[in-house]
Nanobody
Framework: QVQLAESGGGLVQAGGSLRLSCAAS????????MGWFRQTPEKEREFVAG????????TYADSVKGRFTISRDNAKNTLYLQSNNLKPDDTAVYYC??????????????????WGQGTQVTVSS
């Protein structure tokens, strides 16, 4: 069974940084388009960043552009999200997501094949 395991969340002050990781197992990682989503109790799960299976194209939500960077290491089957200049509004549970092999469509949560269990990020003001 495919597993996506996030790590790296925690409590950080505004302006600080965190690097989230998502380790994939039993997944053909090198052909999987991957994404990061986040969710709070008040909001629906929202797209944060995505990276195509070949690593050539990245996409970001407007709210994180210029502050977050998504990357992948296919040799380690690991997805990353470098989050800089964090703001209190970034507080959420962050989820790793895997799309179907060679996915080139939209980063809709409805198209996700596998979800991680989530990691909490809390940014204090």
């Amino acid at each position: 069974q495919v597993q996506l395991a996030e790590s790296g969340g925690g409590l950080v002050q505004a302006g600080g940084s965190l690097r989230l990781s998502c380790a994939a197992s039993r997944l053909l990682f090198s052909t999987a388009t991957m994404g990061w989503f986040r969710q709070t109790p008040e909001k629906e799960r929202e797209f944060v960043a995505g990276i195509r299976w070949n690593g050539g194209t990245t996409t970001y939500a407007d709210s994180v552009k210029g502050r977050f960077t998504i990357s992948r290491d296919n040799a380690k089957n690991t997805l990353y999200l470098q989050s800089n200049n964090l703001k209190p509004d970034d507080t959420a549970v962050y989820y790793c997501a895997a799309y179907p092999n060679f996915w080139s469509g939209t980063y809709s949560p409805n198209r996700v094949t596998y979800w991680g269990q989530g990691t909490q990020v809390t940014v204090s003001s």
